[in-house]
């Protein structure tokens, strides 16, 4: 069923105040989030944070319960976190790689999921592997194939959408062949969920943050681990609610991916979590997909069409980030020139995706990430302001 723009504009009221292009950087986030987070935090200032912990406790399980649906998952497959980041270096960090393992990646990680690699590779010594991208810039699938043949391969990371592209990763072929080698497939899907059904993807392990496509409260996120692979790893850190404290030298792991949670959290912003992930669910993930692609397509196209601009997402299937650059004008100065005009883009620079824009020659590009409340009306505000140059 088609989005109701209207109702979605109404109840976005970041809308009324400018044209938010920076969807990939953090959604606006909807009034019942912004209320469900208001509310809570009246509660405990009212009642005290415990109680007020323990008269939110079936809509803190709801959370689980929505994150879970919202990837083919089970509520006891997911585990709350404040961030991707930390998701994905928690899902890392527990592998338990060593001389000898190797890691295969895509050339479009994202820099801190990279970053974690270089780190724990100082110490833990695996190697790391980037796949090369086949002529769509998509990973390629038969050097990973081929690649995945070798039984020293522990684990295979793909960011499905990268930070510096328009691109889906063939984020479900990649599972089938990590599937078929017993091999975990840690997705990152920051930049999908929200956009991009992940329900039909064979990950294994998969992190997400609420604050961008979801349009959830900053400081969110979560991560999922398939039971089957629980026992297989390892969390980095645990405390008491991760863990019960049994005997002098002993202690037990929680059932389920809470193990990978600490008990500290906020608890207002996951229940603004709870609602944008309900938001998003029942909107529908599809028509929601559609919407964004196409509305970013539109602009892929009109922007094609002013002299000197020139398209740099790449891949066969593309979502709502769009970038581009524009000869002669550096990303940052046209940024700070939107702005000025209430225009929320940003510029996504090399050091964030560091293989692929050296594979591609980029310092840095424009990014446009339209979300479903924007309009075609607000795309033409935005072309008509590059034409200028
Ligand atoms: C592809 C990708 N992965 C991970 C992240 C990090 O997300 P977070 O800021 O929630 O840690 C980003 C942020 O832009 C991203 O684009």
Same mark, same amino acid.
């Given at each position: 069923?088609?989005?109701?723009? %209207? ?34 935090? %009246? ?98 699938? %038969? ?62 392990? *998969? ?45 037990? *792991? ?27 669910? %029942? ?37 709502? *980030? ?62 008509? *302001?590059?034409?200028?140059?």
């Amino acid at each position: 069923m088609a989005l109701d723009i %209207e109702r979605l504009r109404a109840d976005t009221p970041g809308c009324a105040n400018l044209v938010h292009f920076n969807n990939a950087g953090g959604g606006l986030v909807p009034r019942p989030v912004h209320a469900a987070i208001v509310a809570h935090l %009246e509660r405990e200032m009212m009642d005290g944070v415990y109680a007020a912990a323990k008269a939110a406790e079936e809509d803190i399980h709801d959370t689980y319960v929505q994150c879970a649906a919202l990837v083919g998952a089970e509520p006891s497959e997911i585990a709350l976190t404040d961030s991707a980041t930390r998701a994905w270096a928690l899902a890392f960090a527990s592998v338990g790689l060593g001389p000898g393992d190797r890691v295969l990646a895509s050339r479009s990680e994202y820099a801190s999921n990279y970053l974690s690699f270089l780190h724990l590779q100082r110490t833990l010594g695996f190697g790391i592997e980037p796949i090369p991208a086949d002529e769509a810039g998509q990973i390629d699938l %038969e050097a990973l194939e081929e690649a995945l043949a070798d039984r020293h391969v522990r684990l295979v990371a793909l960011t499905h959408v990268p930070t510096n592209s328009g691109m889906i990763q063939p984020a479900a072929a990649v599972g089938e062949l990590t599937r078929a080698r017993g091999v975990p497939l840690l997705l990152d899907a920051c930049q999908s969920v929200g956009q991009v059904d992940l329900r039909s993807v064979q990950w294994d392990l *998969l992190s997400a943050t609420g604050r961008k496509y979801l349009r959830g409260p900053r400081g969110t996120g979560f991560l999922a681990v398939r039971s089957a692979w629980l026992d297989h790893l390892t969390p980095p850190m645990i405390d008491l609610s991760g863990a019960h404290w049994i005997g002098p030298d002993h202690y037990e *792991l929680v059932p389920g991916a809470k193990r990978f949670e600490l008990w500290e959290r906020s608890v207002a912003s996951v229940l603004g979590l709870r609602t944008a992930v309900r938001y998003a669910l %029942e909107l529908g993930i599809e028509p929601l997909e559609a919407r964004i692609a196409g509305l970013a397509g539109i602009l892929r196209a009109r922007l094609e069409e002013i002299p000197g601009v020139t398209i740099q997402d790449r891949g066969a299937r593309r979502c709502g *980030l769009v970038t581009f650059t524009v000869d002669g004008v550096p990303a940052e100065m046209l940024r700070d020139r939107l702005a000025t005009e209430r225009i929320n883009v940003s510029v996504s620079s090399a050091e964030a995706t560091l293989l692929d824009m050296v594979d591609r020659g980029l310092d840095q590009v424009v990014r446009a990430s339209v979300h479903a409340y924007n309009t075609e009306a607000e795309v033409d505000r935005l072309v008509s *302001l590059i034409t200028w140059g």
